[in-house]
């Protein structure tokens, strides 16, 4: 059994990961990132939009400054988000963008003069001025006041993922991809590194580290449509859970997108809509005019998805071998447009469907996008209950992003939160000494060898991995989607009850030998499905609709009884539920609870007395 | 009634002692919109799951699954198979070290590489959080993430002849990458910097021109003319050198 011994380990090598181990690096700490595939491959590298940042460079972003993007922040949030680090991120956003530009990113620079863009389908002109020329270019996004994303062309993600791991390469970060942890080695009071699985070799091996930090991007895979990658299954999430100890936050918290493309839901960006794009039912025949009368196709993400499954639900859906589906249709956008505005669209159509958007229609349905929940941490990164863990990124409720995640935010968030809990995470490795007890590493090891010789001599059964975890995906899918209610809800936790039974009968029908994928699905699926019951669980108890977590049954913000965050416990690995604890969403409060400004805005609020339950504006 | 599909697909284990490498075959119904990607995994689910291959984004992004599809290499994600015939051969990339079966070991020859080229800006200057950051022209941000486009697939260096014949040849994908930097105003490197590394037989004077790696890149790079730009500028820093002498 091999050992490998660092200061500083990090489970993921996206963003987040890669930003606090080149912090780590700088302070003179050794650090290995984990990944399941090579650095770059990480799902940051996917993102396409930009990095949120108040720079101000643009003439469409003058005035802009840190006050404005935090509290555009905290409404998106739907006042779900912890204040105090909502400050943190706008505050320290504009200073890691310039840092990115001086390591390396290209990002988009201001041209001075006139030019023309977009807004709601029509032209309009602006002037760049001279002063700001070669400064950071900033783009529009949905819910900023300011334009004030700062991109790289339509790849800023992959330029900046880029940038990060050549600084890694640099600053003699290890990555040791192809290894996936399974386990945390811990005590119930600290971690000291994980036990992991070599994806090149099948063997178990040893990392053992003063400080571990868990930056392995959201769970969206738990769903069974997704625009996540393969490998944002939430495996790093299981192995806190596991322990315990460890709770996770608002795992409710699930945004959905509306235009994922059938079947294998790649986005198709919300530009379509903004240059004019309809959608369309079975008939086609377009129907999101006839609910939403002003700004039909334009409304805002959450929204859109609710109606477009609204309508799916009343029999309007296409039906196909993937399941249902509605279209989008850009063909009256003419070639000109659709070739140049629109070329990633035109593109993914025709590379990924086989589909000319420029005579046919896309099929799309509403799909998982983004995990707002995950490893809950204080605004150091430091996770609840463990001495020496840490998390950052989609991994991680650190929480700026409450119930709804602005987009650009997340990208941001990926090396702000990597820089600030980087350091934090170097003033700890500074000051703290580790034992580690051979006993307690050795007990971790014999429990994962036990688990793995157990899959594959089918000891508790043999369930297959991939019905289990179909069933899972699919009660997850009708009963914890866009629209919930205590029925579904009701119904979901009990399906998934009878998925956690099944997942710890699971057996392989391979051999197990060597990297066996099947094995590496089989070994995180219990735990899996218990995140899932975590989503549905703290869903069917959330009585109240606030950002992404919409309720039928219960359609007001509710700030009297739920301006909090659920902290969710897997306190016994025999229990069928998890347990669910409450915090105060927020200890401080710039921005108090009021109307977003879009979107519904029924309110119960904090200062209405129990029982009446008036309705605000 | 659809098209069955015949895929021939690579086995090999190197974990099993017991393994052969051999050609395995399945047969798959073919369903509307269907990528590889939706066909090998309904292979591993539904017939063997053992079998081994590697995806990520699943989106063309980023460049987990080239293999040799029919005979080229590609990106199996965004490979339809309505654009294939009804039998389908699957080999992994070549030149790369084998995981098993599809699944091969990019990772590592990447890291290599990063490490080769020194793959980061080289520069003096000190990282000021106070200050304004420093102007660029917005030509050259674009034209540096043009070469920044690279999904490091290995599809060109399974291509390339040379890297066919020696195992030292640092390929289409690592020249690309000086490129980057080269053009770069933020590196400090001088062209004679830049000669230590890639003026030698395994870079720049080590590819034959066959030109396979443009042909193949999922990515569309312009490959030719990065190697015919660091041929002459890599050219004309070998003679200077030879007249300094």
């Known amino acids: ?617 | 009634m659809s098209r069955l599909l015949k895929f021939n697909i690579f086995r090999y284990n190197p974990e099993d002692t017991q393994s052969e490498p051999h050609m395995q075959e399945f047969v798959l119904e073919e369903t509307d919109s269907m990528t590889l990607f939706i066909a090998l995994n309904r292979i591993r689910e539904e017939q063997d799951p053992s079998l081994q291959f590697d995806f990520c984004c699943r989106a063309g992004i980023c460049g987990s699954c080239g293999m040799v599809i029919n005979g080229r290499p590609g990106l199996a994600c965004h490979t339809k198979t309505r654009d294939l015939p009804g039998e389908i051969t699957l080999l992994p990339l070549p030149v790369f070290k084998l995981v098993g079966d599809l699944s091969v070991d990019t990772g590592s020859w990447f890291r290599e590489m990063y490490t080769a080229t020194e793959s980061w800006i080289h520069t003096d200057k000190e990282f000021d959080p106070t200050a304004l950051e420093e102007r660029m022209d917005n030509k050259d941000a674009v034209a540096i993430y043009e070469l920044e486009r690279c999904v490091e697939c290995g599809c060109c260096i399974s291509a390339c002849g040379t890297a066919r014949l020696r195992d030292d040849f640092i390929g289409a994908a690592a020249l690309n990458r000086v490129a980057r930097f080269l053009i770069d105003p933020r590196d400090q490197r001088s062209e004679n910097d830049y000669y230590e590394i890639i003026g030698n037989d395994m870079g720049i004077f080590g590819c034959m021109g066959l030109l396979a790696c443009e042909d193949v890149c999922p990515k569309h790079l312009p490959l030719q003319n990065q190697l015919g730009f660091l041929r002459r500028k890599m050219g004309i820093t070998s003679l200077k050198r030879i007249f300094k002498k």
């Open chain 1, 1 to 617: 059994m091999q050992t490998i011994y660092t200061d500083f380990l990090v489970v993921g090598a996206g963003l987040a990961g890669e930003r606090a181990a080149v912090q780590a690096a700088d302070a003179g700490f050794s650090a290995i990132c984990l990944s399941l595939v090579p650095a770059r491959r990480s799902h940051s590298s996917a993102a396409q939009g930009g990095m949120q940042a108040s720079l101000g460079n643009s003439v469409m972003g003058e005035g802009d400054c840190p006050d404005v993007h935090f509290a555009d922040t905290v409404k998106g949030s739907d006042w779900g988000c912890d204040q105090e680090v909502a400050r943190l991120f706008a505050d320290t956003a504009p200073i890691e963008m310039r840092r990115l530009a001086h390591w390396g990113v290209p990002w988009n620079r201001v041209v001075p003069g006139k030019s023309i863009y977009y807004k709601g389908g029509k032209q309009f002109e602006k002037v760049e001025a001279e002063d700001k020329e070669g400064l950071i270019m900033a783009r529009s996004f949905g819910g900023t006041a300011k334009w004030r994303t700062c991109y790289t062309s339509d790849g800023t993600g992959h330029a900046v993922m880029c940038t990060m791991d050549n600084r890694c390469a640099e600053k003699g970060v290890e990555v040791h991809d192809k290894t996936e942890a399974i386990a945390l080695i811990q005590d119930g009071e600290t971690c000291f590194g994980v036990v992991a699985r070599c994806l090149r070799t099948g063997e178990l091996r040893v990392y053992l580290s003063k400080a571990t930090m868990i930056a392995a991007g959201g769970f969206g895979r738990i769903y069974p449509n997704t625009t996540n990658a393969v490998i944002c299954d939430g495996g790093a999430h299981t192995m806190c859970l596991n322990t315990g100890v460890v709770p996770m936050g608002n795992m409710e918290a699930v945004q959905f997108h509306p235009t994922g493309i059938v079947p294998t839901d790649i986005l198709v960006t919300e530009g379509c809509r903004g240059d004019g794009g309809t959608l369309l039912d079975v008939n086609e025949k377009r129907f999101m005019h006839e609910y939403e009368p002003d700004k039909a196709e334009l409304a805002s993400r959450d929204v859109v998805s609710r109606w477009m499954t609204h309508h799916m639900r009343e029999g309007h859906g296409v039906k196909s071998p993937y399941g249902e589906h509605l279209w989008l249709d850009i063909r009256h956008l003419g070639e000109e447009h659709i070739t140049g505005k629109l070329r990633e669209v035109y593109e993914i159509c025709t590379s990924f469907l086989g589909v000319d958007p420029i005579h046919q229609l896309i099929p799309v349905r509403p799909t998982q996008h983004y995990s707002m929940g995950g490893v809950r941490t204080n605004k150091d990164g430091a996770a609840y209950g463990l001495k020496g863990l840490f998390a950052a990124g989609e991994a991680a409720c650190w929480d700026m992003h409450g119930f709804n995640r602005l987009g650009g935010n997340s990208l941001a968030e990926t090396v702000v939160a990597g820089g600030i809990i980087g350091r934090k995470i170097a003033e700890y490795l500074e000051g703290s000494e580790t034992e580690f007890k051979t006993s307690l590493i050795n007990d971790e090891v014999r429990k994962q060898q036990s688990r793995i010789d157990a899959l594959v001599n089918c000891t508790n059964g043999s369930e297959n991995v991939y019905k289990v975890r179909k069933a899972m995906q699919d009660a997850l899918h009708k009963g914890a989607n866009i629209f919930r209610n205590q029925q579904g809800l009701e119904a979901c936790v009990a399906e998934l009850q009878e998925a956690l039974i099944r997942s710890k009968n699971v057996g392989l029908r391979s051999d197990g030998k060597g990297v066996n994928p099947e094995l590496a699905s089989a070994l995180k699926l219990e735990g899996q499905v218990k995140m899932a019951l975590m989503v549905a669980y703290g869903a069917l108890q959330r009585t109240e609709s606030r950002g992404s977590h919409n309720r039928e049954d219960f359609t007001a913000r509710n700030d009297r009884d739920w301006l909090n965050r659920t902290l969710a416990y897997w306190k016994n690995t025999d229990d069928t539920l998890p347990t669910l604890e409450y915090e105060p969403a927020t200890e401080v409060v710039e921005i108090p609870p009021g109307d977003r400004g879009y979107g519904k805005s029924e309110i119960i609020s904090a200062d209405t007395p129990k029982g009446k339950g008036k309705k605000g504006k």
